[in-house]
C-alpha cells in the first residue's frame, strides 16, 4: 500500500517567519489532503489537493503528482498556527494513509 | 457544512468494562464513517470501515469481537470497546466521507480520548 512521509518532524518558529512543510508518497494517488490537528486534537480540513495548487489566506498548497510530493506553505505564522500538521493520501479507495506528521510550534 | 461530532469527549472507565463512542454527521448523510485510534504523539491509525446498513470492515490486526462498530443509520456510527483494558487507553477519532464539488473528503469528530484503569 501507499506510504506517506513527512518532513520535518518537527518545527520552531518566531511568529511571522515562513515555512514549508513536505509530503513524500510512494505510489500514485488521486486524493491528497492536508490537515491541522490543534493542541485539543480536532482535525481541520485545510486542503483537497491530489494535483496542482491552492491557496486559501496565508496557506497555500502544491502537490506533483507525478513527482510523488505536495507541500504545504505557511506564510507570517501565527501562534494559533501551533499543532500538528498531517498529510493523508490514498489511490481509488476512502482509506487515507496518514504521514507521520510535522509538529510546528510557533512562539510569540 | 460537513459538521462531525463525537460524545462523549473523555471517558475514563474500569478494566473489564464496555464504553461506548457515538460519532454523528451533522448537516449531511454519511452512508460510510471511518473510525481511527491515535496514540500520544504518533499518527492516525484506520481500525475500520463503518458503512450503513452492513457490517464494518476491519483493517489487519483490529479484534472485531473488542471493537463493536454499528452504523444503523445515514447520521450515526458507533464504536463499543468491550472489557476495556488499560492497553485500550487511546484518542479515538471518527470521520465521515463528505461529497464535495464532485469529489470525497473526510471530515472529522473533534474525538475521544479513553483512559481505562
Known amino acids: 500500500g501507499i506510504q506517506v512521509e513527512q518532513s520535518p518532524p518537527d518545527l520552531i518558529l518566531q511568529e511571522g517567519a515562513n515555512s514549508t512543510l513536505r509530503c513524500n508518497f510512494s505510489?500514485?494517488?488521486?486524493?491528497l489532503q492536508w490537515f491541522h490537528q490543534n493542541p485539543w486534537g480536532q482535525l481541520i480540513n485545510l486542503f483537497y489537493?491530489?494535483?496542482g495548487t491552492k491557496q486559501n489566506g496565508r496557506l497555500s498548497a502544491t502537490t506533483v503528482a507525478t513527482e510523488r510530493y505536495s507541500l504545504l506553505y505557511i506564510s507570517s505564522s501565527q501562534t494559533t498556527d501551533s499543532g500538528v500538521y498531517f498529510c493523508?493520501?490514498?489511490?481509488?479507495?476512502?482509506?487515507?494513509?496518514f504521514g507521520t506528521g510535522t509538529r510546528l510550534q510557533v512562539f510569540p | 457544512g460537513a459538521v462531525v461530532s463525537q460524545h462523549p469527549s473523555r471517558v475514563i472507565c474500569k478494566s473489564g468494562t464496555s464504553v461506548k463512542i457515538e460519532c454523528r454527521s451533522l448537516?449531511?448523510?454519511?452512508?460510510?464513517m471511518f473510525w481511527y485510534r491515535q496514540f500520544p504523539k504518533q499518527s492516525l491509525m484506520l481500525m475500520a470501515t463503518?458503512?450503513?446498513?452492513?457490517?464494518?470492515?476491519?483493517e489487519q490486526g483490529v479484534e472485531k469481537d473488542k471493537f463493536l462498530i454499528n452504523h444503523a443509520s445515514l447520521t450515526l456510527s458507533t464504536l463499543t470497546v468491550t472489557s476495556a483494558h488499560p492497553e485500550d487507553s487511546s484518542f479515538y477519532i471518527c470521520?465521515?466521507?463528505?461529497?464535495?464539488?464532485?469529489?470525497?473528503?473526510?471530515?472529522f469528530g473533534p474525538g475521544t480520548r479513553l483512559t481505562v484503569t
Open positions: 448537516d449531511f448523510q454519511a452512508t460510510t
Open positions: 470521520s465521515a466521507r463528505f461529497l464535495a464539488g464532485g469529489f470525497y473528503e473526510q471530515y
Open positions: 463503518s458503512n450503513e446498513g452492513s457490517k464494518a470492515t476491519y
Open positions: 493523508a493520501a490514498a489511490y481509488n479507495t476512502d482509506k487515507l494513509i
Open positions: 489537493i491530489p494535483s
Open positions: 505510489d500514485s494517488v488521486n486524493n
